[in-house]
């Protein structure tokens, strides 16, 4: 009896040193144990990094994500990583801060399906997060600073180490290869790339429409939903480029595996997209890339990963 009342006080010690110890000290902080935490779905199975895996700069790894009881969903997963220069969120742009983005997974009934009501029961109910959000918000878990712990945590998701970076902003001109800079070349010129994809994350803020809307097989509508205005149909958010090498697949429906079938597709819309409806000027002739342009192309991109995903190249 003695033994098992020591390893019963052993166990509760070790407990609350464990408890303590992974005390948040801040909103991002704890946004970060509300990003992992399965809680905040209806069968408590998934997380937002269930779909949003930090191993791939956040993004998923699935053309579509599944969902509660493996639902799926109809986009492809984004990456939760360098956002916070943008103006909305999601592939439509229906979200227009990163608080309401933060929330809206949890409501969708193809993704975490819970009432945000039901999530605040759950905190509430929880000792361990009631704790947290009294000493970091001075208040119990609302829907206000729920989002904006969430929120917090996705704005401290920024990469700037990468040989890109390392050559281009650091002035190392060993940090890339003749390829990078051949292949950076080609994005600024003939790829026509930075038409779209400019600035410090590669993006434009904008939607375009790149052909991926046919009305058939193709039927996703995009910003036009959202807009109301069907001058914007089959027009999607242009995606930054930053850790790209290890987001795939691509597109917001991810019918692309790799960076390689994405080129082709740009370099020859019609070979792989026919019947596209009001595809951007942009794309209005073939770039007529020779197959070593490609490589160099693809070399660039891939420099565009930062150190810490180094090991996550495919």
């Excluded at 033994?3 to 509760?12: D, E, S």
Aim: glycine share 6%; net charge positive.
């Amino acid at each position: 009896m003695k033994l098992f009342v020591f390893l019963a006080i052993v166990v509760l010690f070790v407990t609350q040193v464990s408890f303590y110890s992974k005390e948040p000290a801040n909103k991002a902080e704890l946004g970060e144990l509300l990003f992992s935490d399965p809680i905040l779905s209806r069968d408590r199975t998934i997380s937002c990094a269930s779909c949003h895996k930090p191993a791939f700069a956040f993004a998923d790894t699935s053309a579509v994500s599944l969902g509660v009881q493996g639902r799926k969903g109809v986009r492809n997963t984004p990456s939760a990583m360098n956002i916070t220069s943008q103006r909305t969120f999601f592939w439509d742009g229906r979200a227009k801060s990163l608080e309401e983005q933060a929330l809206a997974p949890i409501v969708n009934p193809d993704e975490m399906d819970l009432p945000i009501a039901t999530a605040i029961q759950r905190l509430n109910a929880n000792e361990k997060y009631k704790l947290y959000f009294r000493k970091i918000f001075n208040t119990a878990p609302d829907s206000t600073n729920l989002a904006a712990a969430l929120a917090a945590f996705e704005r401290t998701l920024e990469t700037s180490d990468s040989p890109f970076d390392n050559w281009k902003f650091s002035g190392d001109e060993h940090a890339v290869s003749d390829s990078v800079k051949r292949g950076f070349a080609i994005f600024n010129e003939k790829g026509k790339c930075v038409k779209c994809h400019f600035g410090a994350d590669l993006t434009a803020n904008e939607f375009r429409n790149i052909g991926l809307f046919n009305g058939l097989e193709l039927n996703d509508s995009g910003r036009a939903v959202i807009s109301g205005d069907k001058k914007e149909t089959g027009k999607f958010k242009t995606a930054g480029l930053r850790n790209v090498a290890i987001t795939a697949p691509y597109m917001h429906n991810g019918m692309f595996k790799t960076l390689r079938e994405v080129i082709d597709f740009y370099n020859e819309p019609d070979k792989v997209v026919t019947k596209g409806i009001d595809r951007d000027t942009i794309l209005a002739k073939p770039l007529g890339l020779t197959e070593a342009e490609k490589k160099d192309l693809l070399t660039f991109l891939v420099s565009l990963t930062d150190k810490r995903f180094a090991k996550s190249l495919r």
